[in-house]
């Protein structure tokens, strides 16, 4: 079962209906640890400011039990946009501590002269280091971006796509079963529903 974790952040009902697009059928919306401790794969959804989020997500008291399924069960986890910069320390966005489960911080966006922030729009991704969310990803293909801030990887292995607006930036991550992207598979017609697929069966 992949369970898209609802703690009141992130469009969980159109992440839900692209995967069973894709054909994966057994996916759940829900915030219990019941359902949790059932997963076997976790998407972390995430829409807003990042203090907002992670304070909801705390006080949805599934820290704890989501710790324990991802680091020492290796459940895999895809985090989109916000719930990408979770999995990180920390953001500019806010004071409040990330996960921590990336060695990563999130900034605000560089972009250079004639390229306003926030970027919104359609753009290719150079994917890197093999990982298998990008396994049916073509070079033709174009995700929804939709963001301020960018994250940026101690590890430049961990780095799994970037993007370019005005220069390049990264925009999917992975360490291990963690995983991470920039932009919106939810909003990206038929390139996200191939990556999101690929999470649901490749991971």
Known sequence: MILVIDYGVGNVGSIRKMLLKGGIEDVLISGSQEDLERAEKLVLPGVGSFDDAMSRLRASGLVPALERRVL???????????????????????????????????????????????????????????????????????????????????????????????????CAVRRGNLHGVQFHPEKSHGAGRRLLSSFARET
């Open 72 to 170: 020492e069960d290796g459940v895999p986890v895809l985090g989109i946009c916000l719930g990408m910069h979770m999995l990180g320390r920390s953001s500019e966005e806010g004071v409040l501590p990330g996960l921590g489960w990336i060695d990563a911080e999130t900034v605000r966006l560089e972009a250079p002269e004639g390229f306003r922030v926030p970027h919104i729009g359609w753009n290719a991704v150079s994917a890197s280091n093999g990982s298998p969310l990008f396994a049916e990803i073509t070079p033709e293909d174009r995700f929804y971006f939709l963001h301020s801030y960018e994250i940026r990887c101690d590890d430049s292995a961990e780095v799994s796509a970037e993007s370019e607006y005005g220069r390049r930036f990264t």
